[in-house]
């Protein structure tokens, strides 16, 4: 997560101290859950959440409560009485989301049944895209009628795509746990990571040879994924739609390959 110029953006609208806590624990919910950690990153999606509705709720005039009568409920049925005079996704919509990410968060997480199916999978997967969703809505609005919507739309973009457990992203390093990945794919897999964002040639040979591939076979990697990219001229490369698309593909063909093989 492009942290310094998302924050630029989010402040100009949002006090900078809850949007920094936002920031934090989405960030850390999506690490968890990227290395499988599914209970802790549903707890963290709670704490982003508490720090959203901090974040309205300033936003709209109000004094936070201190300690324990902090209320998530209570302010977002105090955000849903605030007049019209601001917009539905401040009044309405976020607090809603919020409201479905608190509410698994708080009464479910790690807790369930015996013989019942383990939900935290996909609660974590359903928390985490709906948090990075409530943080490209706040974006959008902080933006609204800026001269910046270009570089607005690509951070909305890069938060809005789907998170995975077989990614880990190390200091904007992206490592990926799937078995049997060429240097083409590592290529492949590493452009559709940091989509829409450009990477150079140099730093992408770097990331399949973190792989164990060669650094010619990274290059021949690169020329075989050419009409899937656009070339900026400067060998800075971005994924086309079209990249996108055969990405996620071979994402669904490296799963079930790996799930066959633990199931012989």
Known sequence: MPGMELKKLLTTKFAAKHVESAMTHLQASIEKFQLGDWEISIAKSGKFVEAVLKTLWTYVGEVLPSGKAFKAGAIIDGLAAKPIQFEDTIRLTMPRACRLVYDVASNRGGRHDAGDIDPNQMDATMVVGTCSWILAEMLRFSQKGSLQTDAAAELVAGLSQRKFPFLEDIDGRLYF????LS???????TLWGI???RMHRRDLIAAAKRHGNSEANAAVGISRLKSLVDDDGQGN???LIAGVREAEDLIAQKRAAGSAAQGC
């Open 183 to 189: 240097a083409k794919d590592v290529v492949h897999l």
């Open 237 to 239: 490369l971005r994924l």
């Open 195 to 197: 989509h829409p964002r």
């Open 177 to 180: 746990s799937l078995r049997g």
